[in-house]
């Protein structure tokens, strides 16, 4: 099915990887709801310049790693599909958090439960609606689910987020669990692993020039852009990528 024919969700979309999915998938004609969490200026601007541009866009607020916000906003997404007439064919888990850099004796259990809390639990929560909608057995079209990981998860990132490292090796896991449980019923599940990306989230853990200390150990040279990511988040939920399922696509630069 036509990426353009349905509703893709996109959580934590108001900015970064997320916002750089969402103006790529409006563009090409697909309906996005996309969540936020505090940016309510950002993702009000972000829905004004889609539908500027002709595009359908949505912005609802919801904090992942709390599951009664997850089951309002895909509340949320039933009546916009129905408004529409449109199916929801397309999930991707892009919410995460990280925190301030730290070696990991210098942690507290409560760091590791927030940020397992999103990027964990709040991935799980988001993936098991999706699934209880696009499944054939439930009356679903089947659909995509993207996941966001990080090339952290195979690096380790010591010295600075072991927590948020060893979170996406979680969500890894999952992905290629989740693969083989849902294939039957039309569902593929696949992750995006970013290397050194230009976004906000470098200066949410207390080093914004973090791209700029480490592009000089990339392969190819530099840091990489949201929208480079958001591309490869595009092929996967795509029919381009028909046959695949269960993989974890690292854009990182060779890093």
Same mark, same amino acid.
């Given at each position: 099915?036509?990426?353009? +024919?349905?509703?893709?969700?996109? !959580?934590?979309g108001?900015? #970064?990887?997320?916002?750089a ?8 004609g ?9 940016? @309510?200026? %950002?993702?009000?601007?972000?829905? %004004?310049?889609?539908q *500027?541009? +002709? #595009?359908l866009?949505?912005a609802?607020?919801a ?6 916000? @997850?089951? %309002?906003m895909?509340? !949320? ?6 408004? &529409?007439?449109?199916?929801?064919i /397309?999930?991707?888990n892009?919410?995460?958090v &990280?925190?301030?850099?730290?070696k990991?004796?210098d ?7 927030r940020v397992?809390r !999103?990027?964990?639990? #709040? ?5 098991r609606e *999706?699934v209880r ?6 009356? +679903? ?9 990080s090339r ?5 990132? %010591?010295?600075e987020?072991v927590?948020?490292a060893?979170?996406k ?9 989740l693969s083989?449980?849902v294939a039957a019923e ?5 992750a995006?692993?970013? =290397? ?6 470098? *200066?949410?853990g207390?080093?914004? +020039? ?10 190819? /040279?530099r /840091? /990489?852009?949201?929208?480079? $990511?958001?591309?490869?988040?595009l092929?996967?939920?795509?029919e ?5 399922? =269960?993989? $974890?696509l ?6």
């Amino acid at each position: 099915m036509s990426q353009a +024919g349905g509703v893709v969700l996109v !959580t934590g979309g108001s900015r #970064g990887i997320g916002a750089a999915v969402v103006r790529q998938l409006a563009a090409q004609g697909t309906a996005v709801l996309f969540s936020y969490r505090r940016e @309510v200026a %950002a993702a009000q601007a972000l829905v %004004a310049e889609v539908q *500027a541009a +002709g #595009g359908l866009a949505r912005a609802v607020p919801a904090d992942v790693a709390d599951e009664a916000q @997850v089951l %309002a906003m895909f509340a !949320t997404l039933d009546a916009w599909c129905a408004e &529409l007439g449109r199916p929801f064919i /397309g999930l991707v888990n892009n919410a995460g958090v &990280l925190e301030t850099q730290r070696k990991l004796v210098d942690m507290d259990v409560g760091r590791w439960e927030r940020v397992l809390r !999103t990027n964990v639990i #709040g991935s799980f929560l988001c993936a098991r609606e *999706a699934v209880r909608r696009m499944a054939r057995s439930a009356g +679903g079209a089947g659909g995509s689910i993207v996941n966001l990981s990080s090339r952290a998860a195979r690096l380790g990132a %010591a010295f600075e987020y072991v927590d948020y490292a060893a979170s996406k090796a979680a969500v890894d896991a999952m992905t290629l669990g989740l693969s083989r449980e849902v294939a039957a019923e039309g569902i593929r599940v696949n992750a995006v692993a970013p =290397g050194l990306i230009r976004t906000d989230i470098h *200066a949410s853990g207390g080093e914004p +020039g973090r791209v700029d200390r480490l592009s000089a150990a990339v392969p190819l /040279g530099r /840091g /990489g852009e949201p929208e480079e $990511v958001a591309q490869a988040v595009l092929w996967l939920l795509s029919e381009a990528s028909s046959y695949t399922t =269960g993989t $974890v696509l690292e854009v990182s630069g060779g890093r």
